[in-house]
């Protein structure tokens, strides 16, 4: 019996149902999806690895100092609108775990507009 995972990457090599790409807001919007395939011979794919960006490609909106209980979600939520977008404010701090850049209160992040956004 052939697994679910290879009838759909079958059906999407064939050309009869299509890749849906990332949202224009998700981090992975761009990136290419790549496949490999198994020792067991399966297909799987994956979205290829995503490099923090430089600081110098943001521009600053804000500092904002971080308090007691606060969680990156809710900062960007907050500030930002979105608290999907945490990831943004993430890459405006190099930060890997969005835990490590609130973990110190009293400390200042930088909140940024997106990659490429010129600031005023």
Known sequence: MTSPYALLQQLINAGAVTQQSYATDSRYYGLPVLSLTSPAG???SYVSRRFIPPPEDFSLLQLYRVKQGDR???IAGTI???P????QVCDANLAV???DIVA???SFISITLPQGV???
Not at 84 to 87: D, M, Q, S
Request: glycine share 14%; proline share 14%.
């Open 104 to 106: 110190e209160p009293g």
């Open 97 to 99: 775990e969005p835990d």
């Open 42 to 44: 399966a297909q799987v």
């Open 84 to 87: 999907l977008l945490y990831w």
């Open 80 to 82: 930002l609108g979105d």
């Open 72 to 74: 990156v979600d809710t």
């Open 118 to 120: 010129p600031g005023s």
